[in-house]
């Protein structure tokens, strides 16, 4: 069976894709809300940035590995077939990843942010909205085809190196 170059093959270049995604996406919206809360861009904030988003990484790469990539994963899979077009499935996969992910980190950045506190549900419904809707049009128009880029990219050095090889 041919695999699709866009995807990974195996675990190792999972790994690769999932480091890919979660990168950025913790990249952008660590950004996102640090600067939100914050009335001018200095060196302060961009520190504060930094040093959030190694502790942000780590955290959406275990929610996305542990649970809600195999969620979404499955999902997809009780809602298309085999005859379903990849682009549905790549869809379905995204919406139902970006839906749990960013319940969970728009609850994580906020206690990382201000501890456990009395308003972190009012907090959480003020930004997941914002949140949802900023990783979901990231994801579908840059995030997600950037990492199947690299894919693409990465299947074909591998193809020239066994026609060389051969």
Do not use: C
Request: charged content about 15%.
């Amino acid at each position: 069976m041919q695999q699709d170059k866009r995807l990974p093959h195996n675990g190792k270049e999972g790994l690769l894709f999932g480091s890919l995604i979660v990168t950025i996406t913790v990249m952008l919206m660590t950004s996102y809300n640090v600067m939100l809360h914050t009335e001018h861009f200095t060196l302060e904030t961009m520190w504060t940035i930094l040093k959030i988003i190694p502790v942000m990484w780590i955290i959406a790469m275990i929610l996305e590995g542990a649970i809600f990539g195999r969620l979404a994963e499955s999902l997809t899979k009780k809602l298309t077939n085999d005859s379903s077009s990849f682009h549905k499935k790549v869809l379905l996969r995204i919406v139902f990843t970006v839906i749990g992910m960013s319940v969970a980190m728009t609850f994580v950045g906020d206690i990382i942010a201000n501890g456990i506190h009395n308003e972190i549900f009012s907090n959480w419904l003020a930004h997941w909205p914002y949140n949802f809707a900023i990783v979901l049009i990231a994801e579908i128009l840059l995030i997600q085809p950037l990492a199947r880029q690299v894919m693409v990219k990465l299947h074909e050095s591998k193809d020239r190196q066994a026609a060389i090889v051969r």
